[in-house]
């Protein structure tokens, strides 16, 4: 759409965002939530002059505007450089194709699942640990990646031998999802998507070979019966190999930067056996990894009194929606005590398109933590994080950190 | 009683996770389960059990979920006499939709058509409460045993 078009038809009282949400500026990017309060507060609806889209931060209003009928996911996959091959999967289809795309994967990740696959979490975690030196010196983010990748990787159940690797091209196909990417982010995610494409393909041609019991046997099934095309097999896999170890491992790491910062936090967490789900979810609202999600309208709407043509794009901004304060008290406090009615969050998106892997992230999350509080009295950080974000993807480049005994 | 038979339909696996912790609670105190997965259950054998409790979500726009929905069909196709059942039922929705656990409420409805009879009240579990699932449904069952084996 064509910016100057939309900035036409708004009125004065829907303020361009970059004077709320600089997306660019380094001191938001580390620290977005005071630029998210005065939004919430004060902007409820804004405009993006540079491609023409229109920014909500209010969660009832995202609950809202985020889950109409009308509202499409596909057209921004469209636009999203490399990402465009998540429009062979579920993440990337409207109705009908979601819903059959969908069901092709749910019976992975139900609760009962996830009970199995968090024991595998657990042997993982603890046969790293074991594999400490007597100094206790571990980087936070290799641990965390590891074991959600070897868990992931079980449960497609295909070879689990290069983390490190999936890691690195992760870290270079995410920048693009910015509100403002950079020319050579586009290659870069090209480049990465094509290398992550090459590996997924050749982990079909493993599974062909060697069949077994796992996620990507069931999906090949699914093809050889025709109910999924060679090309939506390749999609699914790749997305669930290359997303398995991102956001739950930015979760684990921000749950054990926490745990250096306030100690105490720890000794909770071991003394409540009952509140671990309530932590992780309050650690999910706290900070989401990925603060927003996109969708394109398909009828004209008015907002908060601003006119939004039909086809504008959303910036529905989750991070935003977790710290506002007409529903979570103290928004910027992390307390795992809250009543049950403010433990709700966005992270993992909502509606239909809520993620899949929700389960499994927050029980890996949580088997982390019990792993390590179990075992070890203190978690303390030997040198400052390395974080690089974007304001639309957060990542631990390093956590480096000590476990006392 | 004889046998109770907890069925559920699901999208995502709580409704199932929701039957099984029903049947656990209802075992601990010596009533006899079964949960079966409404894909997998013949319609044809609802007349075996004395009681059959309903667990089932809503999925998209106030649709049944993936293994209640081929169930649904089959009783509206073979409209077995249900005059002998006695069923219980439990939602899972969330009151932030519009549709809110308009799932339960269909299947209510066909198998009172077909001359079931519903004991006590249909149970719901709101997401947006923040409660946990099990939690409410295992307080819920036994309010409703309490009706169904007046002692």
């Known amino acids: 759409m064509d910016a100057r078009t939309s900035a036409a038809t708004v009125p004065a009282d829907c303020p361009e965002v970059t004077g709320f949400l600089p997306w660019t500026d380094p001191r938001f990017r580390i620290d977005p939530y005071p630029y998210y309060a005065r939004a919430l507060a004060e902007a409820p609806i804004m405009r993006d002059d540079a491609d023409g889209s229109f920014v909500l931060t209010r969660y009832e209003d ?165 109910e999924m095309s060679a090309a939506e097999v390749l999609a699914t896999t790749l997305f669930f190999y290359v997303v398995g170890h991102m956001d739950a491992t930015y979760l684990i790491c ?131 994080p390395d974080m690089r974000n974007t304001d639309a993807s957060r990542h631990y480049y390093t956590l480096p950190l000590r476990l006392h005994s | 009683m004889n046998e109770l038979i907890v069925l559920f339909g699901t999208e995502s696996g709580n409704a199932e996770l929701v039957a099984d912790d029903i049947s656990a609670a209802l075992q601990e105190k010596g009533t006899a389960v079964r949960v079966a997965d409404m894909e997998d259950y013949a319609v044809d054998d609802l007349g075996e059990a004395d009681m059959v409790v309903l667990v089932v979500s809503t999925y998209g726009e106030g649709d049944l979920p993936d293994t209640a929905a081929p169930f649904h069909d089959a009783l509206v196709e073979a409209k077995p006499d249900l005059s002998g059942v006695r069923f219980a039922a439990f939602g899972l929705g969330d009151s932030t939709y519009e549709t809110y656990n308009l799932g339960v409420a269909t299947l209510r409805a066909t198998f009172t058509a077909l001359g079931a009879t519903q004991i006590g009240e249909t149970g719901y579990h709101d997401a947006d409460s923040g409660l946990n699932p099990s939690d409410v449904a295992v307080a819920w069952v036994s309010t409703v045993l309490a009706v169904a084996t007046p002692s």
Not at chain 1, 166 to 178: F, G, H
Not at chain 1, 355 to 383: D, H, K, P
């Open chain 1, 62 to 226: 995202l609950m809202h505007y985020g889950r109409l009928p009308s509202i499409r996911i596909a057209p921004e996959w469209k636009k999203a450089g490399a990402w465009r091959v998540l429009l062979d999967m579920a993440l990337g289809h409207d109705e009908p194709g979601h819903t059959r795309l969908r069901r092709q994967t749910s019976k992975w990740f139900t609760p009962k699942r996830v009970r199995e696959w968090a024991e595998t979490t657990a042997g993982f975690t603890d046969r790293l640990l074991d594999g400490l030196g007597p100094d206790g010196l571990v980087d936070g983010s290799d641990l965390a990646v590891e074991v959600t990748h070897r868990t992931v990787c079980h449960v497609l159940d295909v070879p689990a031998d290069d983390h490190d690797g999936v890691r690195r091209l992760m870290r270079q196909a995410m920048p693009i999802l910015s509100a403002r990417p950079a020319p050579r982010d586009f290659e870069r995610a090209e480049e990465a998507l094509d290398e992550l494409r090459r590996r997924t393909a050749a982990l079909i041609e493993l599974k062909r070979a060697n069949p077994g019991e796992g996620l990507l046997d069931s999906l090949l099934g699914a093809q050889d019966r025709g």
């Open chain 1, 254 to 384: 921000s749950g054990l930067h926490l745990f250096t910062r306030e100690p105490e936090l720890l000794d909770a967490f071991r003394a409540h056996p009952d509140r671990h789900e309530a932590f992780v979810a309050e650690l999910a609202r706290f900070d989401a990894p990925e603060p927003v999600v996109t969708r394109t309208t398909t009828e004209d709407l008015v907002i908060h009194g601003v006119h939004v043509p039909a086809g504008s794009s959303l910036r529905l901004m989750l991070g935003a929606a977790n710290h506002d304060p007409a529903v979570f008290d103290n928004p910027d406090e992390f307390d795992f005590t809250r009543p049950p009615e403010q433990t709700r969050n966005l992270t993992f998106s909502f509606g239909s398109h809520g993620c899949q892997g929700r389960l499994l992230a927050e029980a890996e999350i949580r088997v982390v933590f019990e792993r390590i509080s179990a075992r070890y009295s203190r978690v303390e950080l030997t040198a400052e």
